[in-house]
């Protein structure tokens, strides 16, 4: 169970320091300490790591105070789905679990413990910074003013035929926002994306705006009042309260076992930022060739995560 994780660090005084990796998720209340972080990450991040390990390394105080931590324990065994999530001296996880919200925060001692499941969405923080733009973060250490980690069930759904809108996508806000991100440099416009050819044997998918996960099983036409070509397909409709997202902007399509992502000859642009790379805007009308992982930001908040490929069933 591989959840998506967000930090927001736009914020004057950022308050956690954020360690992030694949089965560990640390959170320290307290300014950088270079020694501390780096035994943590060692701890964390190796292989094996346990909460228990790490609440070895943790201090309990740090400059004679109380010092607030919250680790969170993500599941790495076969068929487990249960987080352990463990607070102390004050930080607290707001959870949402079997679709009951509850905070999980030491009260009648300096710390608490507890293990939950059917685990949807953990967020620590400032509960202002809710709809502040928010970063993807895989692994690493960052500050920040708060962390939303979103766990959903990765089965990739078939939307009903016709048009989707956003509002039903249940956003939350966490989203890149493109205008509070460096201007992505503009791509080199090819007349044709060399997509690899053969049958298909992966259905990809989709997440819009934090949304449960759709296949890409029909090409997909996003915007705020989208057109369906006569060749057919599905069309998203996505909020855009600024108008910078045009009525029909951007088509995302599986082509044999790729994803190919084009812009429609949007006003406003397309912009995207592939793993391992930095922004790019795609010129008016570009197709392009993009992997799993890739993000797509049409404006207004509204990005497309494409998601893994999954192996198809024989015949399908």
């Known amino acids: 169970m591989n959840p998506s994780i967000r930090y927001s660090a736009w914020t004057d005084s950022p308050d956690w320091v ?34 228990d390990r790490v609440l070895d390394a943790v201090p309990a105080e740090l400059g004679g105070s109380p010092l607030p931590f919250a680790v969170v324990g993500l599941p ?32 009648s001692s300096p710390w608490f413990r507890t293990r939950l ?10 509960p ?16 920040a003013g708060r962390l939303d980690m979103v766990f959903a069930d990765e089965r990739l759904t078939q939307p009903r035929t016709g048009a989707i809108s956003v509002a039903e996508a249940a956003h939350d806000g966490h989203t890149v926002l493109r205008s509070d991100l460096p201007r992505p440099r ?21 997440r819009l705006n934090g949304s449960p996960p759709f296949a890409l099983d029909v090409p997909h036409y996003f915007g705020r009042n989208p057109k369906l070509p006569s060749a057919g397909g599905r069309v998203v409709i996505v909020q ?8 029909t902007h951007v088509k995302v399509e599986q082509v044999g076992d790729s994803v190919v992502v084009t812009d429609l ?6 912009s995207l930022i592939v793993p391992g790379s930095s922004w790019q805007r795609l010129a008016a009308g570009q197709s392009l060739v993009v992997p799993a992982g890739t993000f797509v930001d049409m404006g207004d908040g509204n990005v497309i995560e494409i998601m893994p490929g999954q192996p198809l069933e024989p015949g399908r």
């Open 117 to 126: 499941d059917a685990v949807s969405h953990v967020a620590l923080g400032d």
């Open 265 to 270: 000859k949007s006003t406003n642009g397309t």
């Open 18 to 51: 954020l360690l992030v990796t694949r089965r560990i998720v640390v959170a320290l209340n307290s300014a950088p300490d270079h020694v501390l972080i780096s035994r943590l990450w060692a701890t964390a991040s190796a292989e094996g790591a346990t909460v």
């Open 76 to 107: 790495v065994e076969e068929g487990d789905s249960a987080l352990t999530l463990f607070v102390h001296a004050g930080a607290g996880l707001d959870v949402l679990a079997s679709g009951t919200r509850r905070r999980v925060v030491a009260e």
């Open 240 to 247: 855009s309260s600024t108008k910078s997202v045009s009525a």
């Open 128 to 143: 202002a910074q809710i709809h502040a733009p928010a970063l993807p973060l895989t692994e690493g250490v960052v500050r």
């Open 186 to 206: 503009d791509l080199d416009a090819p007349d044709e994306p060399a997509v690899p050819g053969g049958p298909r044997t992966l259905m990809y998918g989709y």
